[in-house]
């Protein structure tokens, strides 16, 4: 993480106002203590630095620059603090004011502290973030593309990539974004030890194709997956263009996934043995690697410790790609990212009378999975989704899942007239059995609302204010991945007391979308 993300996000955890308190609190404090050094900045004799040497070794700027007769015996300190304020604190202030949506605030201040920042990277990064929100495109793409030339900043090229894909002008923006979206493995916390990523192989792999554009036909490749649970299911038709090229292709989803990938293969296969799928391979361990031997040169087949375990173990591959690079790697057009399918089975349903059994929606409504390094949150209000059906024929199944928040469990409650079935959901296999009798899915931007866009169950999905680039851009949100899907923006701004006053419209418009998909 950033040194000045890190320093913003101690505070965080509290809450984004109250972050936002504090360091008001800092700067009154640090504005206090270079008042007093201001005003106990009496003038002291300067002493030339380099008095001791001859004028002929002095540096030419000092011999060439008039000397000072005296100086502030406290100017060092009034420089170090001002410039920790210009630096670090105004723009954390910036920052938070952007993430408690005052953004007119933000973009004034970050616009007084540009001449204070010419060299921080990373303050043009997050001035970045708040020009792209603001719908101020080529000026944060300007200050992205700064940003990174200060100082290679993966971060600032990251949210650029995130940017053009959300625009989507053309399909030269959409391939500069898939560029830039690389940007994003650089970025993989050590903490993430769930992860399976290795970027020594992710460059092999980048020069075998380099050297050779067709360096993955007829070859083994061992795809990961190292993102989210939705990534996974929305990158997935990507497997059938690299299935076409790759001799075999052994899919390694999240452990969560393995069951839900492989019983939907498993199918495919049995009702179409030769179809695009038929030399995909879902595993759940590591297979064999290829040991680079720094020694003699050559590359030598060893089976690591942890590897000895493993079922799966008949498996070696070429080259290791995950499963997000693949539409860059493979030079994946967007047409064919539509047209390619996932290796999903379309979701059964048995006719049913209407009469007797009402119809049952779905509801999805809050997630901690990205817990403090999401700034602008994706949970929705459940008042909002239960508004929308005050005295309706339908009836509401929750699929919440309790997730792990500091190792414990999170505590909320799902009200006594919605049937709770995310109680009983152990992965992603068990959610789409539980599905078979939804008629439809409401959920805010999750890995739930990816698996019903993908397995044909009539998805909306509600958005905030500033939503993920998946979805289409800020004005029309539409999304390009998903052109069948229902979007709902609701006013996701927490910050004040008239939210459900204000959402009055989202409830109305998602009773309406419900009304036309179930009537």
Not at 312 to 325: H, K, M, N, T
Not at 359 to 385: M, Q, V
Request: hydrophobic share 35%; aromatic share 12%.
């Amino acid at each position: 993480m950033r040194p000045i993300e890190s320093f913003w996000r101690l505070y965080e955890k509290i809450s984004e106002q109250k972050s936002l308190d504090i360091f008001y609190e800092i700067l009154e404090k640090l504005q206090m203590i270079l008042q007093n050094l201001k005003s106990t900045n009496t003038q002291i004799p300067y002493i030339y630095p380099h008095l001791h040497k001859k004028n002929s070794e002095q540096p030419l700027f000092d011999r060439l620059s008039p000397n000072p007769k005296t100086i502030g015996k406290n100017d060092a300190k009034i420089y170090q603090i001002q410039n920790y304020i210009d630096c670090m604190i105004l723009p954390g202030i910036a920052f938070y004011l952007h993430s408690l949506y005052r953004d007119k605030e933000s973009l004034k201040l970050y616009k007084e502290l540009e001449s204070k920042n010419t060299h921080n990277s990373d303050f043009w990064s997050f001035y970045g973030d708040t020009l792209w929100h603001n719908r101020f495109y080529q000026e944060a793409y300007n200050v992205f593309m700064k940003s990174n030339a200060i100082s290679q900043n993966p971060n600032a090229l990251f949210s650029c990539s995130k940017m053009l894909l959300q625009l989507l002008d053309d399909e030269e923006m959409y391939m500069e974004g898939l560029a830039l979206y690389e940007n994003r493995l650089a970025l993989i916390r050590d903490d993430k030890k769930d992860l399976v990523f290795s970027m020594p192989h992710y460059k092999a792999l980048c020069n075998a194709l380099k050297a050779d554009e067709n360096a993955l036909r007829d070859k083994v490749i061992f795809v990961i997956s190292e993102q989210g649970y939705g990534d996974t299911i929305m990158f997935s038709p990507a497997l059938a263009k690299l299935c076409q090229i790759a001799k075999k292709v052994l899919f390694m989803p999240q452990s969560s996934l393995f069951r839900l990938f492989d019983y939907a293969l498993e199918s495919i296969k049995a009702k179409e043995p030769n179809s695009v799928f038929k030399n995909l391979h879902i595993i759940g361990s590591l297979p064999k690697d290829t040991i680079y031997d720094n020694k003699d040169g050559k590359y030598e087949q060893k089976e690591l410790e942890f590897q000895k375990q493993s079922a799966r173990l008949e498996y070696g591959f070429d080259y290791v790609a995950p499963i997000c690079s693949l539409p860059y790697l493979l030079k994946m057009s967007l047409d064919e990212w539509l047209a390619l399918p996932r290796p999903l089975v379309p979701i059964k349903r048995e006719p049913k009378s209407r009469a007797k059994n009402p119809p049952k929606i779905a509801i999805f409504w809050h997630t901690n999975s990205s817990g403090n390094y999401e700034r602008f949150k994706r949970d929705c209000p459940l008042e909002i989704i239960t508004n929308a059906f005050i005295n309706s024929p339908y009836s509401l199944v929750s699929f919440q899942v309790r997730e792990k928040v500091n190792g414990k469990l999170e505590d909320f409650i799902v009200p006594t007239f919605m049937q709770n079935r995310g109680e009983n959901l152990k992965d992603w296999q068990d959610t789409f059995e539980s599905l078979s009798d939804i008629d439809m899915i409401i959920s805010i931007d999750s890995a739930l609302a990816h698996l019903g866009l993908s397995i044909g169950i009539p998805t909306l999905v509600l958005l905030p204010l500033k939503f993920d680039w998946r979805w289409g851009n800020i004005e029309y949100p539409k999304s390009p991945f998903y052109p069948h899907a229902h979007l709902v923006v609701f006013d996701s701004n927490p910050h004040d007391s008239k939210m459900l006053k204000r959402n009055k419209s989202t409830s109305q418009k998602i009773r309406k979308i419900a009304d036309e998909i179930l009537s």
